[in-house]
């Protein structure tokens, strides 16, 4: 039997009966399966062996009642004798996590709060599995670091260059990294080409297209990172056929203190002027008696759709609609959340502060407002490079942003952090935890502040986001 990669897919050629995930092409009469199915159909045909895997051609044991010869000509990623550059011992946490992976046949995702040095255990990672490597990231930003820390651990070890795959670059090397977007355009051209695959963020791999990435590489080890693994949707399920089950998880309470900063969270309620208690409340209920209405279930995410579906041929739908947007706007950016705001700057003038908010429109206003750099998905990257950097120094000891610093970014130095609005998800609040506790040399407690319109859908909303990641602190 003879294993070919063929443009994302497995072909089996002279293929017995019975190989596992098969199934029969009649354009080419022989069996075919994903190419996530390499190492499984290895294991079938015969005992797993890394030391003799790069042979190609395998006298393997008995499978099926029956002697299989098997040629392997799918695998085209070599194997890497890696060794970080920085030799910085991994924590007690970080190494357990290490051996949980490697005990689970080097497959799985290890769920670690922002923060807590996932990068390092992805580095720690590609150089104990020891092959050719895929890194896998959501944003163009997060490849860029990805790449930085990759060539500042592995360069020297390499004749070639870090490779990277998006951003305008095309260049796949033995260690590359790449976005969703780009692998997923191109992973049935280079799914041979690594062993392992590393994706950062794998709450986002789910997504109907970005599942093709894992299915169409022969990658046989596996590693997903993230800080919140489960998805509202559940379809975070799929992760484990596509890159194993979780095989090591730490709770960012259990880290606060020794490796993370000690934390509290404050939740403020602000009272709406009697204008804005007006018009929220006429706003809201258009929205209300519409819904009532009508038998949308909108604690299921499939009511919700159905509602929004609906609001694109019916006019009162959509006037519900637009009465809720303009109920939340009032509510997000209610004029005592920005009196509020303010006693915090000046409460905290000597820290280090990020300023959330759910659109741009808002981030710009406060930075207008209180005179303060923003950062948001619009922002060109040398200049959100610049900014960074001189918060990190201390020139800036604020800034302002929506939503682009939520993930994967390393925002050094905050110790403070203020949301004035936000999306229900419990992911978003967790990656705005993880944006202040990286730990610092006094280790100060870092403060995460919620500041909340009484009486609106925001409670709803922020015991929604809080629940299951943090215990609350009310003042």
């Known amino acids: 039997m003879r294993i070919e990669f063929d443009d994302g897919t497995l072909l089996l050629r002279d293929a017995p009966d019975g190989v596992p995930h098969a199934e029969w092409d009649d354009r080419v009469d022989e069996y075919r399966t994903q190419a996530r199915h390499y190492r499984s159909i290895r294991d079938w ?51 357990a996590a290490l051996n949980a992976w490697r005990d689970h046949g080097r497959r799985g995702s290890v769920v670690l ?10 580095i720690q990672a590609i150089a104990d599995a020891g092959v050719a490597t895929l890194v896998v990231v959501p944003t163009i930003d997060l490849m860029n670091q990805w790449h930085a820390t990759l060539t500042n651990a592995f360069g020297d070890q390499l004749s070639q260059d870090i490779g990277v795959l998006g951003g305008g670059s095309h260049d796949v090397t033995p260690i590359t990294v ?31 297209t970005y599942q093709q990435i894992p299915e169409m590489t022969i ?17 975070h399920e799929v992760l484990e056929d596509l890159i194993g089950p979780v095989v090591y998880e730490e709770q960012v309470d259990n880290l606060a203190g020794e490796y993370l900063s000690e934390y509290e969270t404050i939740h403020l309620s602000v009272n709406l002027t009697s204008e804005e208690r007006k018009r929220y409340d006429e706003e809201y209920q258009i929205y209300r008696d519409y819904v009532d209405s009508h038998d949308f279930d909108l604690w299921k995410e499939t009511g919700y759709q159905e509602f929004l579906q609906r609001t694109s041929y019916d006019p009162q739908g959509r006037r519900a609609l637009i009465a809720k947007q303009r109920a939340e706007k009032i509510a997000r950016t209610a004029a005592k959340k920005l009196d509020t705001l303010d006693n915090l700057i000046k409460r905290h003038h000597d820290d280090r502060v990020i300023i959330f908010t759910a659109n741009n429109e808002f981030a710009y206003d406060i930075s207008k407002e209180f005179i303060i750099p ?15 950097e001189r918060f990190k120094t201390g020139e800036y000891s604020m800034l302002a942003t929506s939503q682009v610093l939520d993930e994967g970014i390393d925002v050094p130095a905050a110790n403070v952090g203020i949301i004035l609005s936000g999306s ?23 403060r995460l502040y919620e500041i909340i319109a009484a009486d609106t859908k925001e409670n ?3 015991q929604q986001r809080r629940q299951g990641v943090t215990d609350s602190a009310d003042s």
């Open 374 to 388: 923003c950062i948001t998905h619009q922002t060109k990257t040398d200049e959100r490079t610049e900014i960074l």
């Open 45 to 95: 045909a015969g005992e797993w062996d890394d030391a003799t895997a790069e042979n190609g051609q395998l006298e393997l044991h008995q499978s099926a009642g029956q002697d299989i010869n098997l040629t392997d000509d799918a695998r085209a990623y070599p194997d890497l004798a890696l060794t970080p550059a920085v030799q910085i011992e991994s924590r007690e946490y970080q190494q």
């Open 219 to 235: 990658a046989p080890y596996r590693l997903g990172l993230t800080a919140t693994y489960e998805r509202a949707d559940d379809k």
């Open 178 to 208: 790449t976005t969703y977007d780009s692998a997923y355009r191109y992973i049935d051209e280079y799914g041979d080409r690594f062993g392992l695959l590393v994706v950062d963020e794998v709450h986002h791999l789910p997504a109907p």
């Open 113 to 122: 709060p922002t923060g807590s040095g996932k990068t390092f255990l992805g």
């Open 424 to 446: 229900a998800s419990k992911r978003q609040y967790a990656q705005r935890l993880g944006r202040i506790l990286r730990p610092t040399e006094d280790r100060e407690p870092a």
């Open 460 to 462: 709803y909303v922020s």
